[in-house]
């Protein structure tokens, strides 16, 4: 008995199979049961009695020689009983359902020199042949219909119950299953923290211990790769200055000017690495002071104003005090710019700050190139391009986005982009009051 429990508490499949052969025998109970009270209840017929068979001639009497069809009816309403009179040209039934075929009775018992008991259909009827006349008498049907209906309500409420309480179990049964959904979107979005808790004993308990050991190999393998790409970040820092040092020495030229921006780019993207990491790290702290938000950015995005397109900033009369880590806002705001200006055709720009509640709402609208649908989902990850033959100096790296995104979740708040091809795009921040994780400067 006692491994049989252990074999049902640490197998979800036999839990399964358990519950739903309980139930297909629970539903064949109630179905046979239902079905024999109904055929057994359908038509009841009571039995002879015995007055009846004592005082047939009575009977017989009050309907008269020859029967009077007025009186045989009336009697047959009073006593709720069939009676049947033949001769050979005329045959009379009170019931005109007639529901026993009398022709085909066999004796039973003689009742009076006339009057004998016959049977038909497990039934028995009076027979009492006078005066050239067959008389058949017996009861009437009684219909319970209306019991059988009860019996058939009766037996659909607790076939209800026995479903009722297989979903019930079995929706008890597969809660882990939603714990897991739930633990694998988290997963899914990064939050490789998230650990699904479980103390199940069967496949689902095994499973979700293998969800957590994957957890925890893809956490303790990105935290190796994070801390792999920031000490060789740092270690190019030290060559890519020596680079910078001797190519003062250098004469002037066309080469020297296009070797500086090559080395500049290089030196931007270890910059935008090492940043993107620093955000991605959850205890990393911004450095937070308070800034009147929609002057700060429009500090920021007038030191674009030479894009040919134009830019038009619009902003709040009434500004609002932020918290915020100046530094990476700036990045963010350029970041945007940057976008707009390398993708916006040469059309304008538009640049919108709003206040709701206690957040800022940036928006950078262009009317350029747009993106795909298909590419949206993927334009804020690391080294994405919606065009991947697009050159680097038309393209970018792929990290610009990126870092808008980590920048405004660092913070509390979030990056929303919509596009349509040939269309343009529709880049929105919102930041709260107060970031997340934040010091004073």
């Known amino acids: 008995m006692i491994p049989l429990v252990a074999q049902v508490k640490k197998s979800l499949f036999v839990r399964l199979l ?52 007025t009186d045989a009816l009336r009697l047959a309403n009073e006593l709720d009983w069939t009676i049947n009179i033949h001769n050979p040209i005329m045959r009379w039934s009170s019931d005109p359902e007639n529901r026993l075929n009398v022709d085909i009775s066999e004796f039973s018992q003689t009742l009076t020199n006339d009057a004998e008991v016959r049977t038909v259909n497990n039934e028995d009827i009076i027979l009492v042949e006078r005066g050239g006349y067959a008389i058949y008498l017996y009861p009437r049907a009684t219909n319970n219909s209306s019991f059988n209906y009860v019996i058939l309500y009766i037996g659909f409420a607790l076939a209800a119950l026995v479903l009722f309480i297989n979903y019930f179990m079995v929706n008890k049964l597969l809660d882990p299953v939603r714990l897991l959904r739930k633990g694998a979107n988290r997963i899914e979005k990064g939050d490789l923290s998230f650990r699904v808790k479980s103390n199940r ?53 066309e080469e020297r000017e296009q070797l500086r921006e090559d080395i500049d780019e290089i030196d931007l993207l270890i910059s935008d690495l090492l940043e993107a990491e620093r955000l991605n790290n959850e205890h990393a702290v911004l450095v937070a002071e308070p800034v009147q938000f929609a002057e700060f950015v429009r500090s920021v995005a007038e030191q674009f104003e030479s894009y040919e397109g134009g830019l038009e900033i619009v902003t709040p009369a009434d ?30 720009i538009l640049i919108r700050v709003s206040f709701d509640d206690d957040r800022g709402i940036l928006e950078v609208i262009d009317h350029g190139e747009g993106i795909s649908e298909k590419h949206l989902s993927q334009i804020s990850e690391p080294f994405y391009r919606a065009d991947s033959s697009r050159q680097r100096n038309t393209g970018g790296f792929g990290l610009g986005l990126y870092l808008c995104r980590l920048i405004a979740e660092a ?27 934040s010091k004073p400067e």
């Open 319 to 348: 500004d609002e005090e932020f918290h915020l880590d100046k530094l990476r806002v700036r990045l963010l705001i350029t970041n945007l710019l940057n976008n707009g200006m390398r993708h916006g055709e040469e059309k304008s």
């Open 201 to 253: 004993q069967d496949e689902l308990g095994e499973l979700t211990e293998s969800i957590n050991h994957m957890a925890d190999s893809l956490q303790s393998m990105l935290e190796a790769k994070r801390q792999l790409l920031m000490a060789i970040s740092h270690e190019l820092r030290t060559p890519i200055t020596k680079a910078k040092l001797r190519l003062e020495f250098m004469p002037a030229s």
């Open 18 to 69: 358990l519950i739903f052969g309980i139930t297909l025998v629970l539903f064949f109970i109630i179905i046979s049961l239902s079905l024999q009270a109904i055929t057994e209840d359908s038509i009841t017929v009571e039995a002879i009695p015995d007055y009846f068979t004592r005082n047939i001639d009575t009977i017989i009497e009050d309907l008269g020689a020859p029967p009077d069809l």
């Open 411 to 437: 913070h509390g708040g979030n990056l929303v982009i919509k596009s349509k091809l040939g269309e343009g795009t529709h880049l929105t921040v919102n930041l709260p009051r107060h970031p997340l994780r």
